[in-house]
DNA sequence: AAGTGGTCTAGACCACGTC
DNA sequence: ACGTGGTCTAGACCACTTT
């Protein structure tokens, strides 16, 4: 079962990749649970133990959800726990309240040369823009771009995202079987354009925070790129440092 | 060896906490190594495996690094693969030059209504505040205000910090006995004032990052407050969401 | 009572670094 | 050759949830 030295990949990830694949594969929704860990160390030939490494790599990287006496989860965007999981912006009392997303325009385009290579398509692939509005307890807070793969998105549209009530990703979970896994994203603090500034109901050229996002799903591919500009007169951006 | 229900927390979880204790108490220093797991199983009494347990949480946390061979090393600000590691401003270049530290002021102060709250200490207590310039090659990117609690930082001086090549973290380390251990930062787009605006070469009321940052050692016990304005014209500040 | 994940142990062997 | 951390196994028992 073990193999030899160069390019020595331990068992348990290999494992790992093997679940990996079967999440893929779509044997597993989003929110249901995957085999107890004794199924699959029979299936996959090993030891509980080694199963059980393989699985808290996973949920380290939020792919899979352990619940003890339960069972292991396969991770959803709809499960409030990990809804707004990638949205750091935090009003500046405590206030914990949900934003509700007003989507305003979706077009489709043709990629041009950032968004092919932040996307990983051709330049001129067909690719799909949305733009829509944050707002806090009814005052708007961010607007963002979104820039998507046309191919993978096919049948996005501007009434489809007004009939969604949930976050984004859990509708592009349900509906094109998109699994959100990790992202990264880029700050930098800028001025406001006039349109945007309308849009947030301040004054031109006031800072605000661009927040440039590249989202992966399994394979590390990138499936959205958004840009999104945040007001932080009466909210912040959270990070942890460790 | 095991204690009952209510309140239950592992063996590892103790043995984690005993051994975090011995590094407070500065057992082993730091860049130093702490024994190997099998001396520590012995002398807490437990298995190895249990004491592998506690240290992968702690290496988790970035407390220690262990080296597959040699052996686990208390984490160290001088150690350059942890130099600058709070510091997520990046080139938009992918040149990975590490910044110059150009101190600017350092003067004794009392402990303000904010200041007391973010350091944990009471308002009039001694604090030290630093001014400083952070230059990525030569050019001024970030200007940082640095509030410190007087009392641990007794003989912090600007002759001392401009006698310091390192980061301002590795001073910390060695002549204060301080380690950082995890960091919460707060971030706001603002327009420059005049005085930031001189020191970065830059108009007034450009657009400006401003990070908060309250930074914990040992028993997230507060121990650095500080706000950085940062230019990122030709930065930006790098956050990987998982 | 039964099933799940969580903890703990003991022992074997592997990969890496140093002597 | 030796010591270190890294992997893998097998089995026992604990804590939590459901039946």
Chains 1, 2 share one sequence.
């Not at 409030?80 to 489709?108: A, I, Q, Y």
């Amino acid at each position: 079962m073990r193999q030899e030295s160069p390019t020595f990949s331990p068992l348990y990830r290999q494992i790992k990749n093997l679940i990996i694949q079967a999440l893929e594969a779509g044997e597993w929704r989003p929110g249901q649970a995957i085999p107890s860990e004794q199924e699959l160390a029979l299936r996959f030939n090993v030891s509980q133990g080694t199963v059980r490494k393989a699985i808290d790599e996973m949920a380290g990287e939020n792919m899979v959800v352990r619940k003890q006496g339960k069972g292991t989860f396969v991770a959803s965007h709809n499960d409030p726990r990990s809804l707004f999981r990638f949205l750091r912006l935090v009003p500046n009392d405590g206030d914990l309240s949900h934003p509700d997303s007003v989507p305003l325009e979706c077009w489709k385009a043709k990629a041009g040369h950032e968004a092919s290579r932040m996307l990983g398509v051709d330049p001129g692939a067909p690719i799909i823009i949305v733009r829509r509005l944050l707002k806090f307890s009814g005052v708007p807070v961010v607007v963002d771009e979104i820039y998507l793969p046309g191919e993978i998105f096919q049948g996005l549209s501007l009434e489809l995202l007004q009939s969604w009530s949930g976050s984004l990703y859990s509708l592009f979970e349900s509906r094109f079987g998109l699994r959100m896994i990790r992202a990264q994203e880029r700050i930098r603090a800028v001025a406001a354009d006039r349109t945007t500034a309308e849009m947030l109901r301040v004054g031109e050229s006031t800072p605000l925070l661009s927040v440039e996002r590249v989202t992966y799903t399994y394979g590390d591919k990138p499936v959205e790129w958004r840009r999104g500009l945040y007001l932080t007169a009466n909210h912040f951006y959270l990070n942890e440092l460790s």
